[in-house]
């Protein structure tokens, strides 16, 4: 159980964790507070955009839809390595997922295959939107999986968890796919390296 990283200490985080980062507009005021509380926060959960195009997907990320308003994820890491702070504070990125997974991320131990949707992950998580066509065969470059592992670990790292608090959103939820095209134990390996 934390309480979520101030908006200064994340952009020191990101620094120190060897990130490029873009301030996106108002970021840092940005967020969904209103519908509801942010933190404890326990965990992150990473995403795919099933989008192209860095620049149209950072501002889907930061304005959200006519359905679902943003931000949608505190960070957006376009395809070059960049990671776009898009929102401070509650995001509609998570949704409803299963307990059962919470207790597991906060026990830092594997996730049972999720199986309700009986909880508010929007509270409880950071999240981070990768863009990707999220099809299984657009590409996921080099420096992309590695920014997804350093912003991952800056906040890992800020508030002393290990790799197993980081998941896909599919771990999260049996309604999403979400990343597809890696392995999230792979990403945690990488994350867990850093942290060494």
């Known amino acids: 159980m934390a ?3 101030t908006a200064t200490a994340f952009v020191q985080a990101l620094k120190k964790e060897g990130v490029r980062i873009e301030e996106v507009r108002d970021w840092r005021n940005h967020n969904r507070n209103k519908q509801g509380p942010w933190g404890p926060v326990h965990g992150i959960v990473i995403h795919h955009t099933a989008t192209e195009g860095s620049a149209q997907t950072v501002d889907l990320i930061y304005d959200g839809r006519s359905d679902l308003p943003g931000p949608l994820a505190h960070g ?3 395809k070059d390595g960049t990671v776009h702070l898009t929102g401070h504070g509650r995001a509609n990125h998570a949704g409803l997922g299963d307990d059962d997974v919470l ?3 906060i026990a830092e131990r594997n996730t049972p295959s999720p199986n309700e949707q009986n909880s508010d992950g929007n509270r409880y998580f950071y999240g981070f939107e990768c863009e990707n066509l999220g099809d299984g ?4 470059p080099e420096e992309q999986l590695d920014a997804i592992a350093r912003a991952a670990a800056a906040l ?7 790799a197993r608090s980081v998941i896909g959103h599919l771990e999260w939820t049996d309604q999403k796919v979400d990343p597809r095209g890696f392995s999230m134990d792979d990403l945690r390996d990488k994350i867990a390296e850093r942290l060494k």
Not at 137 to 140: L, N, V
Not at 156 to 162: A, I, L, S, T
Request: net charge positive.
């Open 3 to 5: 309480t979520p990283i």
């Open 76 to 78: 957006c890491v376009t």
């Open 103 to 105: 207790r597991a991320v």
């Open 137 to 140: 065969k657009d590409s996921w």
């Open 156 to 162: 890992c790292r800020h508030h002393g968890w290990h």
